[in-house]
């Protein structure tokens, strides 16, 4: 089946310093998978970070980078230095379009970024 | 800005309790998800919808019934409710296509004891 798998957490990283949280999917029902990453700050529900629907192209937001990789079936989220605003529980996904846009979600990671 | 909004946040209910969670969306959006979410689990899909009236089973459907009444309410229903349905819950609503985004709302902490 569809599944995804991120970095275990939680991660802890002091700010300014780079991060990297690794994710790799496997669509076998999906023709044309889309890839996301969801964050979710405390209290609040999931808010769409950034998304890539084309297989080789880069998607940024808010500092935030994700390249999706079909060869290495890969889409790690990158920063190159976290602030303690981005600690929060960051989700990747992968979609299925063909259906709305159903999501299969990894089991999130909490992210901790300490002054 | 897209809005979800859940009721109640939170419920506490018994073993064997019935209990309806509530989702409505502004948005007109088409497509209605029902997903909950457990440690150590990414969210997992429940049951979805592209319309009023319309019900699609998802990927962990067992001992969850669904309906939406509008195009802006979906609910959620446990008919007995279980301790292993204990969980947090989201609603969430999308248009159809490979460029769209699923807004959710806020959750809904669900406890059964």
């Known amino acids: 089946g569809d599944s995804v798998t991120q970095t275990e957490g939680p991660v802890t990283v002091s700010e300014s310093e780079s991060l990297i949280i690794n994710c790799t999917y496997s669509a076998t029902s999906i023709a044309y998978p889309n890839l996301f990453w969801y964050v979710r700050y405390p209290g609040e529900g999931l808010q769409l970070l950034l998304k890539v629907i084309t297989a080789g192209q880069k998607g940024s937001s808010r500092g935030f980078e994700a390249t999706y990789n079909k060869e290495t079936t890969s889409f790690h989220l990158q920063k190159a230095s976290v602030q303690e605003s981005d600690s929060a529980v960051y989700y990747c996904?992968?979609?299925?379009?063909?259906?709305?846009?159903?999501?299969?979600f990894g089991q999130g990671t909490i992210l901790k970024v300490y002054l | 800005e897209a809005a979800v909004t859940q009721s109640p946040r939170n419920k506490v209910t018994v073993t064997g309790g019935n209990v309806t969670l509530s989702c409505r969306q502004t948005n007109s959006h088409n497509y209605m998800y029902w997903y909950r979410q457990d440690t150590g689990h990414g969210l997992r899909l429940i049951h979805y919808s592209y319309g009023a009236g319309n019900l699609q089973i998802g990927d962990v459907p067992d001992g969850y019934k669904a309906t939406r009444t509008t195009q802006e309410d979906f609910f959620l229903l446990l008919e007995l409710a279980s301790p292993s349905q204990t969980s947090l819950y989201f609603c969430?609503?999308?248009?159809?296509?490979?460029?769209?985004?699923?807004?959710f709302g806020k959750g809904t902490r669900l406890t059964v004891v």
């Open positions: 969430a609503s999308s248009e159809q296509g490979a460029n769209t985004e699923v807004f």
């Open positions: 996904a992968l979609g299925d379009a063909s259906s709305g846009q159903k999501l299969v």
